[in-house]
C-alpha cells in the first residue's frame, strides 16, 4: 500500500485582533494536531458533526489556505515546498468537488467551458478540450446536448455529476469530496455515489469523502477517520469501526443511527448530551470529556494521544 497523501501534525488556528490595536482578542483552534494518511487507490472517509474542522482539512489540502503548523505530503513532498510546475502538476492532480455544485460552477460559462477550459489550462487544445468534455459529460451520464447549457438549466444532481466531470477530465490522482451529496434527495445520493465508484474503478484515483453521515461513509469508504474539535479520535477500516468502534464519541454516532426495524429498537442507545464546543473554547484534556458518558478523572487533566490498538485501529481516549 502506497501513500498519495500524508497530514503531520496539522494545525489551523485563526487569531482575531482588535481594530485599533490589533491586539489579539481571540483565537479559533480549529485544527490541532491532525494525522490523515490516503492510501493510493481507496477511499478515505473523514465524519463528524458540523464545527469539528472536517472541511478545513480540505481547504489546506487544495491550498485555499495556509496551515499554522504541520506538513501535507503529496507522493512524499510537501505540498508547501513545491513551486512552479511542481504547483501546477499538483493543481491537476488534486481535485474538489463541493457539497453545493452551483455555487462552484461559473452561472456565466456554458458547460462546455466550464469543463474544456480545464483541459486548456493544463496545455490541451481546444480540439482536445471539446473531444474530452464530450467523452466526460457521456461518462456522468449527461447527454452531449449539455454542452451549451449554462448550469442553472440544470437539477442539484446534474449539477453535480458536471462538477465531477470537470473534476476528473484532468484524470487526477485524488478527489476530495466534501459532502458531495448532503445536498440531494436519497435515491441521488446513491446514484452520485455509484458514479463515483464507476469512474474510480475506470479511472484509478483515490477519494477523501467528507461527510457528517456516518451510515453512508461506513458503505463507502475502505477506512474511516473520525473527528470532534479538530482532532482524530479514532480511525480503523470502515467494517472495524462500525463493528468494534470503540471511543466514546463514536459509540454515540453508531448508536445514533436511525434503526430502520422497530423489533430492533431499544431505549438503551446512548445519545450525545450537550452542544459541540466552538473552537474558541476548546476544553482543556480530552476535548470530548464535557460530553463524555465514560468520563474519568484523568479526563480533564491529559490530552489522550491516537494510540494503536491493533492492526490499523486508532484511539485517541484514556480508556485504551
Ligand atoms: Fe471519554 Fe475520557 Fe475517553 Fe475522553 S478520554 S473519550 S473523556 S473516557
Known sequence: MTDILKIKDLTKHYVQKSAFFKKETGRANVLNGVDLTIIENEISGLIGESGCGKSTIAKLIMMLEESSSGTISFRG????????????????????????PYSSLNPRMKVKNIIGEMIRINGGSKRDALLKTKEMLCETGLEESAMDKYPHEFSGGQRQRIAIARALVVRPKLLIADEPVSALDLALQYKIIDLLL?????????????????????????????????????????????KEGKHPYLKAL???IPIKDPLHRTDKRSVIKGEIPGP??????????????ERM????????????????????????
Not at 220 to 233: E, H, R
Not at 280 to 293: A, E, K, L, T
Not at 298 to 320: M, N, T, W, Y
Open 77 to 100: 513532498e510537501d505540498i508547501n515546498s513545491v513551486s512552479g510546475r511542481g504547483k501546477k502538476n499538483y493543481y491537476k492532480n488534486v481535485q474538489m468537488i463541493f457539497q453545493d
Open 198 to 242: 464507476t469512474l474510480k474503478a475506470k479511472y484509478k484515483f483515490s477519494i477523501l469523502y467528507i461527510s457528517h453521515d456516518l451510515n453512508s461513509v461506513a458503505k463507502f469508504c475502505d477506512n474511516v477517520s473520525v473527528m470532534y474539535l479538530g482532532k482524530i479520535m479514532e480511525k480503523a477500516s470502515a467494517d472495524k469501526l462500525l
Open 254 to 256: 453508531i448508536e445514533s
Open 280 to 293: 474558541h473554547n476548546i476544553p482543556v484534556g480530552c476535548p470530548f470529556h464535557p460530553r463524555c458518558p
Open 297 to 320: 478523572a484523568v479526563c480533564d487533566q491529559e490530552i489522550p494521544v491516537l494510540k494503536g490498538i491493533e492492526g490499523d485501529h486508532a484511539v485517541s481516549c484514556h480508556l485504551f
